[in-house]
Each structure stands twice: as structure tokens, then as C-alpha cells.
């Protein structure tokens, strides 16, 4: 195994995190951090903590060994294992962890990674009414009930 | 499991963190779902209520909607909502009656969503073709953003000798139960998509597909599959060849053809084979042998190979009148050879000097049943 750099990723309460290079490099605000030099080997990332940094590096590590498995051309075998760790990887998260990491994935500009939390978020609002997701999201009806109304009238077709 | 977590969470927490996300955000996570659900966001809050309409995708089924008008007016309406966006997805499952499907229509409509720089497009057709085909557009040939396509049950017209055809950004492409109204068609496609990686296709009956002639230099993964029925007639599949210098995995299931050309293929290719010929045991059937020949060459420089029970057994009646080439790359083996094909083993394994893996899994079942 080649020796690759190694990166220091430090979050906003202070915590460090070593990384390898490629697992860095995922990050596409870290490569161009790196490409315009600069970020010495230590990279503060003043908006994610160091919880949520743990989990993203989880995922970066789990992608990186992946896409390295040798030839780079992924059998239907490990795309099919990558999915399956994925959907577990979600799964053990809160909702909370959820929306932060959809920020840091967004941040640090990691296109996989945003997309499986925004596909999370967006299963977890499938098939439900509006009521259902106000109350799954804490989101508040600022409606009046003409505006309601009105809404309902527009779309109709959609809301049987 | 997912969804019983959150519920056990929600009583600690009170915030609406998903408002703290930007539109932009919100936007991709709305782009995931389907048309209906979509629309419900519009009456979340005030904040959602536009939301959705500047959402660049469209997930529709047309059952969701009351007649055919209403599926093209709402669709109208969406691309009129956000006139410079790009309409980055769309997919529609058409599913209405024949009598229902009026062509100029629908190709407006596909036309406009082509026109605005979609990139994955998805048109699963369920009008019964024996009584309205369903055309798509000419715009779609030359669609410069179009990355992803996937077809079901759709014609491709014929385009005039001047009509650029060219996808130079497409990477995948799934045709199934496709039409096209010329045999030239396909291997124009195909040659004008300088990017394209993978490729799917998938034949029916009456799909009139005279032959599958796929060349591309970039061409990675192709999977041919057959759905045509198998009856009397052996010579049920389009004739196919193959160019493709780049592949890295050939897949090849229930396929019944006249001719089956390899012409070249990447050594380090993986194939999947499931090729079926006509033979009977022990009988000679000239024709078929030099078939069979011509497709065992063109897969005589692979480096790993599944083989199908049924190519087995034909190739295992070819050997007996003719040698079997060398497989001098073949270095993994995934073949059942069981009941009469065993014999062939020994025949088989002399032509393949390096190989490192052989994979009988099935032949183990079958000695305890």
C-alpha cells in the first residue's frame, strides 16, 4: 500500500480528525482547498462539529475502500453491499444528525453523501398527507384556511 | 426501522430544522420525490407553498390524473412556472387508452420538457401498441444535456438524412420493447453517443428489430436481454453485433438469434452468457455449427465467463464435431456442468490453460437430488 498524505480535519469544538488523502479528497471543497493551497495538512471546518465530522468521515472511509477495490469498476456485488451499508447508514441516525449532515454534505460539497441524506429526508416524506409531515417535521401551518382553501382548489386533481 | 426511530426522537425534539435549510436544499430533497407527493408540500406553510414548482423534476403517472388533457395542462403549466430552469428530471408512465393518445400532443409535450436541457428521461409506455404507437420526438436525438434515457414501449421515427443525430452527453440508455422505423437507427444512435457506458436493451415481439448493432468506444456494460416469446421458430432475435473495445461486462440472457458476432471485445471483459442455439444431442446441424463457431470465437478471449446450462449443452454438441477453441485469457469459470454436459469438462478445461476458478455450485446440488 502506497503511503498516502495525511489530512487533519478539525471541527468547530476543537475535536481532530485524521484522514487519509483519498478520503479527503472526497470532500470537493477540501480538493479545491488543497488545489489553491490554502489549507496546510490542518483544515478547520468552523460549521460542522465534531460529531457530525465523525459521521461524515464514516461515510467517506466506507466509500473510499469501495471505489478502490482494485480495478475501479464496481461489481454489481459491491454496489449492491455499498446500498445495503447506506440504507444502514441512514438508519442509525437521528433527525437531527440527519439535517446537519445534509449542511456539511452540502459544505463540503460531497454529491454522494447529499444525495442519500436529501433521499432520506424525501422517503420520509413520501406517501404522507401535509398534516403528517407538519407533525414528523415540527413544521408549523402558517395558513389561514382560505389560504387552504385556495391551495386546494389549485391542485385539486392531487388531493383526493 | 428508519421511520420508528424518528418517532421515538420527535418527543425530545420540537424544532422545524428543515426549515433552517436553504431553498436550494429543500429544492433537492423535493426533487426526489414523485409529482404527487410534491405538490402535497405546497400546502406545508407559506414558505413550501411555490416551492415545488421550481423543483426541476417531474415524476408523473398518468392514472394520477383525470384524462389526458389534465396530465398535459399540468404539465404545461409546471414548464411555463419556471421559464429559465432547466428540467433536470422526467419521468411519465403513460398509461391511457389508445383512443386517448393523440401524437401531436404528447410530442409537444416531450418536446418541451427535451427542449428545456432535460438530463434523465424516463417515458414508460403502456398504450397497447397493436392499437397507437406512441412516437417520441426528433428533438430527442440531437438533446445535448440528455445523460440519462430510459424507454419503454416507445418508436423512434425515422430522421431525415440531414438530422443531426447526437447525445454527447449521454451515459446510460435502456431501451426496452423499443421500436425504431429503420434498421440503421439503433447503430446511429449508439455510434453518436461518444460517452455513453451503459446500455440496455431489451427485446419484445413486434419491436421490429432487425439487428442489434452495437459499436462504441466507450461502452463499458451492455446487457441484451429477450422477452421474445420462443415458439417454433429459432430464429426469434435480431442478429447482433458487437464493437465494443472499452466493454468491462457483457451480459447476454434468454437470447435467440439468427447470427451472434463478436467482432472485438476488451480481454478483460466479464460475460454473462445465455445464448440459445438449436441443436439437438449428437445431431449435426451444419448451419448451426458454423453459428455456433462464430460465437464461440468472438468469446474466446475473455477473461472471466458465466455460461448458461443451455449455451453449455450446445456448445457440448458442437465439440463433438469440431474443436473447441482456446480460451487462453479464461482465468474464472462459472459453468454447471451437469448431467450430460459433464462430459464435456474435461474437453473444456483443456482449452483453457489458465484458468484459476471454477465455479459448479449448482453441480454439487444436483449429485444429492
Known amino acids: ?160 | 426501522m428508519f421511520r420508528t426511530y424518528q418517532r421515538r426522537r420527535l418527543k425530545r425534539s420540537r424544532e422545524d430544522r428543515l426549515s433552517d435549510l436553504s431553498d436550494d436544499l429543500l429544492r433537492r430533497i423535493l426533487s426526489e420525490l414523485p409529482t404527487e407527493d410534491l405538490i402535497a408540500t405546497s400546502l406545508l406553510s407559506r414558505r413550501w407553498r411555490n416551492l415545488w414548482l421550481s423543483v426541476p423534476a417531474l415524476d408523473l403517472d398518468s392514472n394520477n390524473f383525470e384524462d389526458v388533457d389534465v396530465l398535459f395542462e399540468f404539465i404545461n403549466t409546471f414548464l411555463k412556472s419556471n421559464e429559465e430552469r432547466d428540467i433536470k428530471r422526467f419521468k411519465l408512465i403513460y398509461d391511457v387508452e389508445a383512443y386517448e393518445h393523440f401524437h401531436s400532443d404528447f410530442v409537444r409535450r416531450i418536446d418541451d420538457v427535451v427542449k428545456r436541457r432535460v438530463r434523465d428521461l424516463t417515458i414508460l409506455n403502456r398504450v397497447n401498441g397493436e392499437e397507437a404507437l406512441v412516437r417520441l420526438p426528433l428533438s430527442l436525438y440531437s438533446c445535448g444535456t440528455l445523460v440519462n434515457l430510459t424507454l419503454y414501449n416507445a418508436v423512434f421515427d425515422h430522421p431525415e438524412e440531414e438530422l443531426v443525430v447526437s447525445l454527447p452527453r449521454l451515459k446510460t440508455m435502456h431501451l426496452e420493447a423499443v421500436k425504431f422505423d429503420g434498421t440503421e437507427i439503433l447503430k446511429r444512435l449508439i455510434s453518436s453517443c461518444s460517452v455513453l457506458e451503459d446500455l440496455v436493451i431489451v427485446t419484445h415481439p413486434g419491436d421490429y428489430l432487425g439487428v442489434v448493432s452495437v459499436c462504441s468506444q466507450s461502452l463499458k456494460c451492455f446487457k441484451l436481454e429477450s422477452l421474445r416469446e420462443t415458439f417454433e421458430d429459432p430464429e426469434v432475435d435480431p442478429k447482433v453485433e458487437i464493437d465494443l473495445p472499452s466493454l468491462e461486462y457483457l451480459s447476454v440472457r434468454d437470447y435467440r438469434s439468427k447470427s451472434f458476432s463478436i467482432h472485438n471485445i476488451s480481454p478483460t471483459a466479464k460475460i454473462n452468457m445465455d445464448v440459445v442455439f438449436d441443436v439437438e444431442d449428437d445431431a449435426d446441424d451444419p448451419l448451426e455449427r458454423i453459428r455456433i463457431s462464430k460465437f464461440l470465437s468472438g468469446i474466446s478471449t475473455v477473461r472471466e465467463m458465466i455460461i448458461s446450462p443451455r449455451t453449455l449443452k450446445a456448445i457440448k454438441v458442437f465439440s463433438q464435431f469440431e474443436p473447441l477453441p482456446q480460451f487462453l485469457n479464461l482465468t474464472r469459470l462459472d459453468a454447471s456442468f451437469v448431467g450430460s454436459t459433464l462430459e464435456l469438462l474435461p474437453t473444456f478445461l483443456g482449452c483453457c490453460p489458465n484458468l484459476q476458478s471454477l465455479l459448479m455450485i449448482r453441480l454439487i446440488f444436483s449429485m444429492f437430488m
Open chain 1, 1 to 160: 500500500m502506497s503511503t498516502s498524505k495525511i489530512f487533519v480535519l478539525k471541527s468547530s469544538d476543537g475535536e481532530t480528525f485524521e484522514v487519509e488523502e483519498a478520503v479527503a479528497l472526497q470532500s470537493q471543497t477540501i480538493a479545491h482547498m488543497v488545489e489553491d493551497n490554502c489549507v496546510g495538512n490542518e483544515i478547520p471546518l468552523a460549521n460542522i462539529t465534531g460529531e457530525i465530522l465523525t459521521k461524515v468521515i464514516e461515510y467517506c472511509k466506507k466509500h473510499v475502500a469501495v471505489v478502490h477495490d482494485g480495478e475501479g469498476n464496481l461489481s454489481s456485488f459491491l454496489k449492491e453491499e455499498l446500498k445495503n451499508w447506506d440504507t444502514e447508514f441512514l438508519s442509525n441516525i437521528d433527525q437531527s444528525t440527519l439535517f446537519h449532515l445534509i449542511m456539511a454534505a452540502n459544505f463540503l460539497n460531497i454529491k454522494d453523501l447529499l444525495d442519500l441524506t436529501c433521499q432520506g429526508v424525501a422517503d420520509m416524506i413520501k406517501g404522507k398527507s401535509p398534516e403528517e409531515i407538519r407533525a414528523l417535521l415540527n413544521i408549523e401551518n402558517d395558513f389561514t384556511s382560505e389560504d387552504e382553501e385556495e391551495i386546494r382548489a389549485e391542485n385539486q386533481w392531487t388531493f383526493k
